[in-house]
């Protein structure tokens, strides 16, 4: 205990407690509220923002799918036409065949421009699902950067 004050009471009577002000607690109430509701504001445009970039993203994704789909299906088409133009051209010129020896070098020019036109098919289709397959992911690959992005400088 303090020499000051020799008893408890004493103590106690010493001792100033500081008033409670109510319009200050009122204030910093307030004041707490208004930013909680602030960063909720900001919360939800940060999150509708990235609703909408994302719908965006899916949207340009389901497109380009369709326009890549139908492309690989148009090339795919014109190689199946493609060949089998060339295997009935091969039929029409057996039909005229009047040797053996014809025969075997009509039959391997065949093979030779099938074996040609097959790799260049595929290195055409080959190149087409390539670009296909980032054209249909760009959209959704850029809007996951961004986040990604934002979320590190958050």
């Not at 408890?8 to 319009?23: M, T, Y």
């Not at 509220?33 to 609703?51: D, I, P, R």
């Not at 009935?88 to 039959?107: P, R, T, Y």
């Not at 030779?112 to 980032?134: I, P, W």
Request: net charge neutral; no cysteine.
């Amino acid at each position: 205990m303090s020499k000051t004050a020799t008893k408890p009471a004493e103590f106690l009577q010493n001792v100033e407690f500081p008033a409670f002000d109510a319009s200050k607690a009122t204030d910093q109430f307030r004041a707490f509220a208004e930013k909680g509701v602030e960063q909720s504001k900001e919360a939800y445009a940060k999150l509708k923002s990235g609703a909408e970039s994302t719908q965006k993203a899916v949207e340009t994704t389901v497109e380009t799918a369709k326009a890549a789909g139908s492309d690989l299906s148009l090339k795919t088409i014109a190689a199946l036409r493609t060949n089998a133009e060339l295997g009935f051209s091969h039929l029409e010129a057996l039909v005229g065949v009047k040797s053996i020896s014809e025969l075997i070098e009509l039959q391997t020019a065949f093979v030779r421009k099938g074996v040609e036109t097959a790799v260049a098919q595929a290195k055409d289709l080959q190149t087409a699902s390539t670009k296909a397959a980032e054209d249909v992911s760009k959209p959704l690959k850029d809007v996951f950067e961004k986040a990604f992005k934002e979320i590190k400088v958050a």
